[in-house]
Nanobody
Framework: QVQLVESGGGLVQPGGSLRLSCAAS????????IGWFRQAPGKEREGVSC????????YYADSVKGRFTISRDNAKNTVSLQMNSLKPEDTGVYYC???????????????????WGMGTQVTVSS
């Protein structure tokens, strides 16, 4: 059974940090493109950060460049998203998604991903 499970969300003050983790079961993540998406209330789901399956190329939304870092831990079969200097506008439900083969230009397109986790809530508030 293919499953993705996110963890690491929570409540943090502006300027703080969180580290999200996406753990896979039933398949090996390093063969898959992985995307982190978020959805705020009343807004569409947006691609935050993604990593390709081919060469490890990464994508970051302009709003998170320089603050977020995506990385793989193949030994643990996980992909993490380190989030620093968090802002209130980073609040939302964060989802990880996986798919076997996605071209780089489509990594941030949620429609390209077949496998999704249930999400983890991130709230940035003082």
């Amino acid at each position: 059974q293919v499953q993705l499970v996110e963890s690491g969300g929570g409540l943090v003050q502006p300027g703080g940090s969180l580290r999200l983790s996406c753990a896979a079961s039933g398949f090996t993540l390093d063969y898959y493109a992985i995307g982190w998406f978020r959805q705020a209330p009343g807004k569409e789901r947006e691609g935050v950060s993604c990593i390709s399956s081919s060469d490890g190329s990464t994508y970051y939304a302009d709003s998170v460049k320089g603050r977020f870092t995506i990385s793989r831990d193949n030994a643990k079969n996980t992909v993490s998203l380190q989030m620093n200097s968090l802002k209130p506008e980073d609040t939302g439900v964060y989802y990880c998604a996986a798919d076997r083969s996605i071209i780089f230009s489509e990594l941030s397109n949620a429609n390209q991903y077949d496998y999704w986790g249930m999400g983890t809530q991130v709230t940035v508030s003082s």
